[in-house]
């Protein structure tokens, strides 16, 4: 059986990058519909029902962050940010509103289309049956039996330490922040409490990287959060 073709939709105000961005994801393989401003998008993305959305952040009629809010009440669907903003505030505003990721003006193409590509492989991951085992690297993770190993050797992990990957691993590819990492395995009430994540991001890094110095899966997104790196 065939693989359907994707759907993705650009919000993008500036007609020649939308248009870049359209020819380049067509090239790829996409069926890419686009829009110009919030309102406009939020009508494409209900209509749609893309696999995939691009969206800017600076649109005429609003802002892009409440046009995320406003798809994350009723779909999941991966959001990709592609913005000239850059302070590392807007970032988190814009993934804590629901993004999966968030890349700068003015980008290379082929970052753009590495992580769509990134994208499309979680969104066929999410659709799939679940697989009892989640891999990276050299790691491997039993869900159904909770058990942990690296080159095939068990790797013994507290209980928080295995909340934490379970997280990274159920989002595997997105950006999650440090607000968000904090309230999904510690709870609301430590939101802002860094620190602890520093201590067992370093713990889990130290038990499943080559290099935890270097790490090449459990990557840190600077300023904002984490990022799992299955490839």
């Known amino acids: ?21 359209r020819s380049s994801l067509e090239a790829e393989g996409w069926q890419v519909h686009e829009a110009g401003t919030v309102k406009q998008g939020l009508v494409e993305a209900g209509t749609r029902r893309p ?4 969206a800017d952040l600076g649109l005429p009629d609003g802002d892009g962050v409440d046009f995320i809010r406003e798809v994350r009440t009723w779909s999941a669907v991966p959001i990709i940010v592609l913005s000239a903003r850059t302070h590392e505030d807007e970032k988190v ?3 804590d509103a629901g993004a999966d990721d968030f890349i700068t003006k003015p980008f290379g193409i082929n970052e753009l289309l590495a992580r769509t590509r990134a994208s499309l492989r979680r969104m066929r991951v999410g659709k799939a049956p ?3 085992v989640f891999r990276f690297g050299d790691v491997e993770l039993d869900l159904a039996a909770r058990i942990v190993k690296k080159r095939g050797v068990e790797v013994h992990l507290t209980p ?12 595997a590819g997105r950006v999650l922040t440090h607000p968000y990492l904090l309230r999904e395995v510690w709870g609301p009430g430590h939101s802002q ?4 994540l520093r201590v067992y991001m370093g713990n889990l890094r130290q038990k499943l990287e080559d290099d935890s110095a270097q790490p090449r899966h459990i990557v840190t997104e600077t300023g904002v959060g984490y990022r799992l790196l299955a490839d």
């Open 1 to 21: 059986m065939s693989t359907p073709t994707p759907v993705v939709l650009v919000l993008e105000d500036e007609r020649e990058i939308r248009h870049f961005v």
């Open 51 to 54: 696999d995939l959305i691009i």
């Open 93 to 95: 505003a814009a993934l």
């Open 130 to 132: 679940a697989e009892a």
């Open 160 to 171: 928080i330490e295995y909340r934490l990957l379970g997280v990274l691993v159920a989002n």
């Open 193 to 196: 409490s860094t620190h602890y």
